[in-house]
């Protein structure tokens, strides 16, 4: 989990603001990432995401976590109804649940790096302006795609004109999700640097930033 991220919604001129937290899932045999948007800490909006998750990406067999409350309440939940169906000889997908030793901040760099990245890419597209969630939506999908495209190896140890390089997108669509598998997502600049004022120009900034992100 990452964030809190500022949200607006509302009227442009007194808009109401409030926070909203981003949810990294990755993939830790493939580094592939998916992100979801909670509006709080609480396990029901942990549960929610990982419903989402799920049906679009398919039930993992394993999630390895910290010992947020938010984890430990859905494993709690999780178990419960795995017991429920099993007594009733309803068919059910079994989650194993390993969370990190308690004070072991050395544990789960792989999730840490894919939040890393995530608000890099974001901070470098967004900041400073509050977004719409349905602004918040497309920019998070985009940021996907962009991990998605990253190579899995470092570029030294290949070729640059060998197109075939490895990517998490191979393993979800075959071919990356974005542009070219050389292209670097952290190359770009800030698409709103700090004299934009206006809601309505941060909109148009966006806008132009992705179609160059796209091409």
Known sequence: MAGPVTLREGATRKPVCYKAYICVFVCMATKAVHIEVCRSLEAEEFQAALMRFSNRRGTPAEIHSDNGGNFVGTAKELAAITRMMRETQSHTQDIKWHFNPPRAPNFGGLWEAGVKSTKKLMKKMVQPHPLRMAELMNVLTDVEALLNSRPLIPLEEVEMEDELMLTPGHFLIQ?????????????????????????????????????????
């Open 175 to 215: 071919r990356p999700l974005k542009g070219t598998t050389h292209y670097s997502p952290f190359a770009s600049q800030n698409i709103f640097p700090q004299e934009v004022a206006t809601h309505q120009e941060a909109g148009k900034r966006l806008r132009e930033g992705m179609e160059r992100l796209l091409h």
